[in-house]
Structure formats: structure tokens, C-alpha cells
């Protein structure tokens, strides 16, 4: 018999039993409706992340004090980085366009009646080029007043709300730590992170954060940024060895310093986030399962109310392999509708919650394939039992049944 003639049979069987059918494919429909959606939100989150990530550069190496296998190290703890450190990077290194020398420290702020607590940071004048900050109002500060160590400062967008509310900052002075600071301008918001907030945070000249605020001489970390992402690795070694012999570090012996690339972070963040997200939807690819046991026991029950039909069918010439891919192109069937009508769900799913949510999602290709290939392997897999078991009928036994 023609696989066309299997087919259009298992179809009449499967319209003349509609709302079985129907309930039979709700487990592939809402399976695969789970994954879409799931996998969908997770990739939209991811992405989201990654590109709030993004905005603090990518071809960035931080150095801080410690060494590298003391995972527990406290950078502010730690003195083996000076400001001479950051210098001698910024002349000796080539391929890069930035070197910022950072401290940082929560401190008081006060203005008028209002009070917050926030992170000072002291840092250079190349440091908002490095961390992709914009200036909403003002100016940064240059180079001459991080070397006469003055007391101005630029402020984050969560600080001026928190401070000043609409009025504009620019001009006006503030207290850290009970110290007057003269507010020079303001940064264009970048928006929280889930553990972070980059809007939340004031900027001073780094000589000045040494000095007069935290009375230190040491510093905290070090950012240089690549001219080039190709060129990461090669500044990584160069950096390695100029402060080593800076330090007067042997050969045999640890650095009292690590150097960190953030491109590799972010890839790491980006791994473990896309794990998460498979990891979703294999725990909605958990209803296909069910969906599919769902199947084999529809078709067992299919088979016995059948058994008849199918000693008729085996005693008039029909071959156990045209039994057997009668019963498992039913199988596929009720995947396959349950896998098309899964994905239209599943799409309507993503869209609804972006929309309403607020979340972003992507509805990839791949995780549609992916939902609509594991629901028709899986009614290939839970029908071959049941169509196996029909094929292999008693004729004599199936026309006696009643």
C-alpha cells in the first residue's frame, strides 16, 4: 500500500475522533509552547545583560593588587599598585588609548537638607572615555586638575535625583565625607544592573581621592584600554612584564599583581547565561515528555478499540509493516499538529509577555526547530510501541475480539 493511502487512513482516524485528537496534541501544543517561550525570555534577558555589559567597554584590562591564584583577594586592602604604575603603562605600552588609575570608596554626601550614601570614585581623565560614560551636563574633569589635586567632582544620574532632584547641579557644592565639592558636571544614565548600579557613584580626580578624601598612596585597580580587541592578549604580556620588573618580581616567584581582560569575563557571563537559558527549557522540554506519554497511551487505547479492524485489515492481505506505519503516522500527526500549534502559541506567548512585561525577548529559528523537532521525534519515539504492538495482532484472535 502507498505511504499517501497510510496516510490519508490515519487521517480519517484521527477527524473522526476530534476531540480526542485534540486532547491528545495538548501536551505537544503547551510542551513546545513552554520551550519557545522559555528559551525566548531567557535569550532576551541574556541579551540584555550582555548589552548592558557592553556599555562599559569590552577591550578593557583592569590590573589589581594580589595575586592571581588568591581568589578571595581585597583589592583595597592590598598596596602593591601606585599611581607611578598606571603612568608608566600609559608611556611604555603601546596599542592602547587609555589608562585610568582608580580608588573608590562608599562615602556621605550631603546637599542642603538632603544626605546619600554612594560609591566615590577616584579615577583619571581619560576614565569616562574607558568606561563609555557621557556627560548629560558640564564637563569632566582634565588633566591639570587631577595634578593639582582639586576638590571638583562629576556626578551619576541616580546621585543628582537623589540629591538635587531637578534642579540643576552644575555650579553647586556638595559635602563627601563633610568636605566640600565643587560639582562640575553629570553623567547621561546607563541604567542598574541586577548588582549594580553605575548611576549611583561620583567621579574625582584620583590624586585628589588619595589625598584628601581616603588618605592613601596606594591604588586600587588600573584600566587600559585596547586601541584594538585583536590586541588584548599581546598587552596583557606587555603589562605583565613592565610591572614585574617595576616591581622587582624574580622569574620563579608569583606577581603581586593580576591582570584581568574583560571580554573574557563578559564571554563567561554570556556562557553561564546561555546555560541558564538551555537550562529553562529543558525544564519546559519536561511537558514534552509528558506529552508524549500522553501519545502511546491514546494509541494503546486507539489499538484496542480497533483490534477488529485491524484482523480484518491483516486477514485481506495487508503486510505487518503497512499496520505498523499506519499507526505511527497517526503518532506523527498528532505531533506535528501539536508541534505546528505549539509554536504559534508559543510565539504569541513571547510576544504577550514582552508587551506586557516589559521583557525583552528573541524568538530564534533555532529554538523553533529545536520544539518542533523534539515533539515529532518524540511521536516517533512513544508511537512505535503502540504501532508495533498493533502490527504484531493475532488476525484470529483480532476477529474474534469484540
Known sequence: MLILDL????????????????????GMIIGVASVISMISIGEGARQQTLNTIEKFGTNIITIKPGRKKNRHVSSDRVKTL????????????????????????????????????????????????????????????????????????????????????DINAIGKEIKVDGNNYL?????????????????????????????????????????????????????????DSLLRIRHGIHTDEDSDFHVQN???????????????????????????????IGIMNIMLVSITERTKEIGIRIAVGAKKSEIMEQFLIESVLISFIGGGLGILLGIIISRTVSKIGGWDTIISTQSIMLAFGFSVGIGIFFGFYPARKAANLNPIDALRYE
Do not use: C
Not at 13 to 24: C, E, G, K, P, V
Not at 283 to 290: F, G, M, R, T, Y
Open 7 to 26: 496516510f490519508k487512513m490515519a487521517l480519517r482516524s484521527l477527524i473522526a475522533n476530534t476531540m480526542r485528537t485534540f486532547l491528545t496534541a495538548l
Open 262 to 292: 574583560s571580554s573574557q569575563w563578559l564571554n563567561s557571563w554570556g556562557d553561564a547565561a546561555k546555560t541558564f537559558t538551555y537550562l529553562l527549557g529543558g525544564i519546559a522540554a519536561i511537558s514534552l515528555l509528558v506529552g508524549g
Open 82 to 165: 601606585k599611581f607611578s604604575d598606571a603612568k608608566a603603562i600609559e608611556i611604555n605600552i603601546p596599542l592602547i588609548t587609555g589608562v585610568a588609575a582608580q580608588v573608590y570608596r562608599s562615602a556621605q554626601l550631603k546637599h542642603g537638607s538632603k544626605n546619600t550614601n554612594t560609591t566615590v570614585r577616584g579615577t583619571g581623565e581619560k576614565y569616562l572615555q574607558l568606561s563609555n560614560f557621557t556627560i548629560e551636563r558640564g564637563r569632566y574633569f582634565n588633566q591639570e586638575e587631577v595634578r593639582s589635586v582639586r576638590k571638583v567632582a562629576v556626578i551619576g544620574s541616580t546621585v543628582v535625583k537623589n540629591l538635587f532632584g
Open 183 to 239: 560639582v562640575i558636571g553629570s553623567t547621561e544614565q546607563k541604567g542598574a544592573l541586577s548588582w549594580f548600579d553605575p548611576d549611583d557613584q561620583i567621579f574625582i580626580p584620583v590624586t585628589t581621592a588619595q589625598k584628601r578624601l581616603f588618605g592613601i598612596h596606594h591604588i586600587q585597580s588600573i584600566d587600559v584600554q585596547a586601541r584594538q580587541m585583536e590586541d588584548l592578549e599581546v598587552i596583557k604580556k606587555d603589562i
